[in-house]
């Protein structure tokens, strides 16, 4: 989908899909889904998952598993080139799709504006937050070492970008930002509602454990149901 673009063509790609984001409230969410890859270093096999649970119960209740090849690297600020290609394709399997997706990145949170949640909420059409494990743009205060302390992130103009959330006492932040659909006060409640006894709320975090388990062939790749007394993580 994107192999033959050159960092320049995706930057500016970047910069016209930013044209296109929407900030708006959600008025009800009753399902959340969680969305990770999984590779193996040097091999051009994406292994793409998405979870989706009730919100805020975080009941697992289904789960998409799909492979995608892509010879596109990686480099900070273009995750979406590489990754959303493959949950897109993921996402078509998905028969009932979810009020709002987290994605392991960025969402606004991004030099363009454009991390790999905007990238997947704009060509899905969906709400979607970003849930990064590190800071890649802006300047920020460290929140204090309390659970749900917050501190906002800047650009360089002074623009809020996203927040930098304590999910656990000594324990690194994790970093929110509104990827499309969604407002960013919004995006920050929902992830406070989504953690549970991790640093990484729970979408994610189960989104995470499946495509592991789907690169090593534990999981096979489609739709799967989730019974209601099977407990997975």
């Not at 302390?149 to 999910?167: P, Q, V, Y």
């Not at 709320?201 to 388990?213: C, G, S």
Request: glycine share 6%; hydrophobic share 40%.
């Amino acid at each position: 989908m994107y192999d033959h673009y050159s960092f320049e063509d995706a930057a500016a790609y970047q910069i016209e899909l930013a044209k296109q984001l929407k900030f708006q409230p959600i008025n009800k969410i009753e399902t959340i889904a969680g969305a990770d890859i999984s590779f193996n270093k040097n091999s051009t096999t994406m292994y793409a998952g998405i979870v989706i649970l009730t919100y805020p119960g975080m009941v697992l209740k289904s789960f998409a598993l799909e492979t995608y090849e892509t010879s596109f690297p990686y480099k900070a600020g273009f995750l979406g080139f590489k990754e959303v290609p493959a949950l897109l394709k993921v996402w078509e399997l998905i028969p009932n799709k979810p009020d709002v997706v987290v994605l392991d990145g960025n969402g606004i949170l991004h030099p363009r504006r454009m991390g790999v949640a905007s990238h997947f909420g704009i060509l899905a059409n969906q709400a979607t937050i970003g849930c990064a494990k590190s800071l890649l743009h802006g300047q920020n205060h460290q929140p204090q070492n309390v659970k749900f302390s917050t501190a906002e992130i800047k650009n360089n103009t002074g623009e809020m970008l996203g927040f930098a959330l304590r999910t656990k006492i000594n324990c690194a932040p994790v970093y929110i930002s509104a990827g499309h659909l969604i407002t960013q006060e919004e995006s920050l409640d929902i992830i406070k509602k989504s953690v549970r006894n991790y640093r990484i709320p729970e979408p994610t975090r189960l989104a995470h454990n499946l495509v592991n388990d789907f690169r090593l062939g534990k999981l096979k790749s489609g739709f799967h149901e989730v019974a209601p007394s099977l407990t997975l993580f």
